[in-house]
């Protein structure tokens, strides 16, 4: 299983990016996709989960009302469309895959599979 991560970059604060995350390896649509975060110095935290069919999202609450997950399961995508970014939103975002349940939706251990990666700056 392969999940690439896409979309960072440099932001002003009140800016906003779309990260995406293309799957290859396994049937996407059966499996449920996250978004997690490590800031320097910092623990990976819980960002944002879809369910395989898109039908239930979670939100950390540091981002509810700003960014908003979503897939297209005929493109093998998910996507994080963050707005409002503010600098405390700077970090390495992950994308990952599995069959979490509970609380397992906002834990790193709920995932099988990651990304590599994508860096957001946003500067203040």
């Known amino acids: 299983v392969q999940l690439q991560a896409s979309g960072g970059g440099l932001v002003q604060a009140g800016g906003s990016l779309r990260l995406s995350c293309a799957a290859s390896?396994?049937?996407?649509?059966?499996?449920?996709m996250g978004w997690f975060r490590q800031a320097p110095g910092k623990e990976r935290e819980f960002v944002a989960s879809i369910t395989w069919s898109g039908a239930i999202t979670n939100y950390a609450d540091s981002v509810k009302g700003r960014f908003t997950i979503s897939r297209d399961n005929a493109k093998n995508t998910v996507y994080l469309q963050m707005n409002s970014l503010k600098p405390e939103d700077t970090a390495v975002y992950y994308c990952?895959?599995?069959?979490?349940?509970?609380?397992?939706?906002?834990?790193?251990?709920?995932?099988?599979?990651w990304g590599q990666g994508t860096l957001v700056t946003v500067s203040s």
């Open positions: 990952a895959t599995g069959n979490p349940t509970g609380w397992g939706i906002r834990a790193t251990h709920g995932y099988d599979y």
């Open positions: 390896g396994r049937t996407f649509s059966s499996y449920a």
